[in-house]
């Protein structure tokens, strides 16, 4: 097995490579003078089992583009078998057509990486399942939530855990929230936002009885940060006792710092499949869990040919 990282997140490669104890493969990735990119191998590759890490994250467009020059390269070289390890996959959010003439842009990014020659493809948190459909090569979509458990276990008090409550904080996040919920036996609850008229202000309904508990609001993503903030505004409106949150994909787009800061959130935990600015490190109501040990035993099972469900129980 080989690892290769692109420019994207090379510290969760770096510590996927310490956790496999397999060095990263050295790569050469420059800039022409117009932007273009240029990438070279420096070692032989040829009937390799190649993992290469690279979350599409911001800038989308340019790490979308490393990603498939560098399994070009790859493919070139003769490598055996490309996983391409995409732990935040952009553009999933565009998943159906929202309206006349628009695109569904996360079905063409899916035909890109595996047109680029791509064999295989590894995720944590897809947006939506069924984009695992959009790919005509295999996918494994890790979950998150293993990570997330043994946070709670190990932060929150017995009587902070007696009196959980998980939140959604929308409907398309039911079967999420309902699946950590039941491992602390605890309750769920959603936020049912809804704006009566085009133009009037959206009002947040809770569903479920948050007074007096402790709120987790689980979600995929934090973008602007809106949704999370709102939503916990809504829960402390209601008597919640406090509210933290966990968030697969910290997208953390501006002014998604500054809301934060503002909440009434307790805290807010990310996993590492971004790399943050100083900005987000600095912030002290943002802390980062890591997906390191969580992919690395998914590449491991992966380069084994063993069960990568196995993982979750
Ligand atoms: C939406 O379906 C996602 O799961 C997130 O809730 C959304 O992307 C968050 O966006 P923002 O932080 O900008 O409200």
């Known amino acids: 097995m080989k690892l290769i990282s692109g420019t994207s997140n090379p510290t969760l490669a770096r510590e996927i490579a310490d956790v496999l104890d397999v060095p990263l493969t050295s790569i050469d990735i420059e800039r022409f003078r117009d932007q273009e990119i240029f990438v070279k191998i420096n070692e032989n590759v040829r009937g390799e089992d190649i993992f290469l890490i690279q979350p599409t994250s911001a800038p989308a467009n340019d790490h979308l583009m ?29 998943d159906r057509k929202t309206g006349g003439r628009t695109p569904i842009s996360a079905k063409l990014v899916a035909n890109l990486v595996s047109k680029a020659g791509a064999d295989r493809v590894l995720n944590i948190d897809l947006h939506a399942g069924q984009i695992q459909g959009f790919f005509d090569i295999p996918t494994d979509n890790l979950f998150g939530q293993p990570v997330f458990e043994a946070d709670i276990k190990d932060k929150f008090s017995k ?23 039941k491992q602390f036996n605890a309750d769920i609850a959603i936020v049912d936002k809804r704006r009566p008229k085009a133009g009037e202000a959206e009002v947040m309904n809770i569903i479920g009885d948050v007074a007096g508990r402790t709120c987790i609001l689980l979600d995929d993503i934090i973008d602007s940060g809106g949704t999370l903030c709102n939503a916990a505004t809504a829960l402390k409106d209601k008597g919640a006792n406090s509210v933290s949150a966990y968030i697969t994909h910290g997208v953390l787009s501006d002014p998604a710092i500054e809301r934060i800061t503002k909440s009434v959130l307790k805290e807010v935990v990310i996993t590492d499949t971004i790399s943050q600015p100083q900005k ?23 380069a084994n040919d063993e069960s990568v469900s196995k993982l979750f129980g």
């Open 66 to 94: 490393e990603l498939l020059i560098i399994i070009d390269a790859l493919v070139r070289a003769s490598a055996k078998r490309i996983t391409a390890v995409v732990p935040y996959f952009g553009y999933a959010r565009q």
């Open 159 to 181: 009587s902070e855990r007696d009196n959980l409550m998980f939140v959604s904080p929308d409907t398309g996040g039911v079967v999420r929230t309902r699946s950590l919920a």
């Open 280 to 302: 987000v490190k600095d912030c002290p109501k943002v802390r980062e869990v890591s997906v390191a040990t969580l992919l690395g035993e998914a590449i491991r099972r992966i």
